[in-house]
Nanobody, 112 residues
Framework: VQVVESGGGLVQPGGSLRLSCVAS????????MRWYRQAPGKDRELVAT????????NYADSVKGRFTISRDNTKNTVYLQMNDLKPEDTAVYYC??????WGQGTQVTVSS
């Protein structure tokens, strides 16, 4: 099983990034997919969820209206489009398959 995040980086406040997560070794379409993040000194928090069926989505209040989660089951990939980024979005972002598999994370830093 592999879950690999990419797309992080340094961006100025108000900017955008698109994170990707490619999964393998399990039936991707059967799993609810989630993005979590963890800032230094803080607990890991749930950012966004996309369900395996119908693709319905849920977001943390702190990112509603700015972040969009999506998935492409033909590519075993889940995305997180992040717009209007704020310094408080700085964290390592992790992709989870169900609550069973997760990756090493990708760093997002929002700073001027």
């Amino acid at each position: 099983v592999q879950v690999v995040e990419s797309g992080g980086g340094l961006v100025q406040p108000g900017g955008s990034l698109r994170l990707s997560c490619v999964a393998s070794g399990f039936t991707f379409s059967n799993y609810n997919m989630r993005w979590y993040r963890q800032a230094p000194g803080k607990d890991r928090e749930l950012v966004a969820t996309i369900m395996s069926s119908r693709g319905s989505t849920n977001y943390a209040d702190s990112v509603k209206g700015r972040f969009t989660i999506s998935r492409d089951n033909t590519k075993n990939t889940v995305y997180l489009q992040m717009n209007d980024l704020k310094p408080e979005d700085t964290a390592v972002y992790y992709c989870y398959a169900g609550l069973i598999y997760w990756g090493q994370g990708t760093q997002v830093t929002v700073s001027s």
